[in-house]
T-cell receptor
Framework: KAGVTQTPRYLIKTRGQQVTLSCSPI?????VSWYQQTPGQGLQFLFE???????NKGNFPGRFSGRQFSNSRSEMNVSTLELGDSALYLC??????????????FGAGSRLTVL | DAKTTQPNSMESNEEEPVHLPCNHS???????IHWYRQLPSQGPEYVIH???SNVNNRMASLAIAEDRKSSTLILHRATLRDAAVYYC?????????????FGTGTLLAVQP
């Protein structure tokens, strides 16, 4: 079956612009999480959506936002881009059950470069 | 959130077993222990998880200490494709979220 698909894979923006990244989860998965990966901070949790509702949020400024649609596809948006937002943005999907046994499947990521 | 400690890096030879340790002394009784790995230029990939008993799957084995304060991921025969960063992550049972807290992980190098 198809994996987690993230688009675009690569993009370049300039400071002050905004960007929207898209994530299509595995069919049947209702939870979508977003992570930011940078060389300095490693992998950090941004937020999780389940059934169109934000279920948890990481420690990021309000410039980072997301949403989930009724088909479980998700988008994240970063407004007023800063140089420090350059990173690999990863999306992960899961069935979403409230269980520590839940397994996440990650996409290949969207690499954002801010100039 | 439980804190984990892993060696920064380890090295192995191809076709030899690899034991990747993780200390999670602050783990709660309802935290599952998950392992993910990230190959170069890819997103993280699920490897294995367990709660109390040792676990095996086609990728690896997970040995969990009796007091659950540490665990060891075992790759029985390392291949070049196993070169990756390995992350040990506690995930709470019954938690209303699937938030994974990644530490710095262990960078595994596999020599031919």
């Amino acid at each position: 079956k198809a994996g987690v698909t993230q688009t675009p894979r690569y993009l370049i923006k300039t400071r002050g612009q905004q960007v929207t990244l898209s994530c299509s989860p595995i069919s049947g998965h209702r939870s979508v999480s977003w992570y930011q990966q940078t060389p300095g901070q490693g992998l950090q949790f941004l937020f999780e959506y389940f059934s169109e509702t934000q279920r948890n949020k990481g420690n990021f400024p309000g410039r980072f936002s997301g949403r989930q649609f009724s088909n479980s596809r998700s988008e994240m948006n970063v407004s007023t881009l800063e140089l420090g937002d350059s990173a690999l943005y990863l999306c992960a999907s899961s069935i979403g059950q409230n269980s520590g046994a839940n397994v996440l499947t990650f996409g290949a990521g969207s690499r954002l470069t801010v100039l | 959130d439980a804190k984990t400690t892993q060696p920064n890096s380890m090295e192995s030879n191809e076709e030899e077993p690899v034991h990747l340790p993780c200390n999670h002394s602050t783990i709660s009784g309802t935290d599952y222990i998950h392992w993910y790995r990230q190959l170069p230029s890819q997103g993280p990939e699920y490897v294995i998880h367990g709660l109390t008993s040792n676990v095996n799957n086609r990728m690896a084995s997970l040995a969990i200490a009796e007091d659950r304060k540490s665990s060891t991921l075992i790759l029985h025969r390392a291949t070049l494709r196993d070169a990756a960063v390995y992350y040990c992550i506690p995930l709470n049972y019954g938690g209303a979220t699937n938030k994974l807290i990644f530490g710095t992980g262990t960078l595994l190098a596999v020599q031919p």
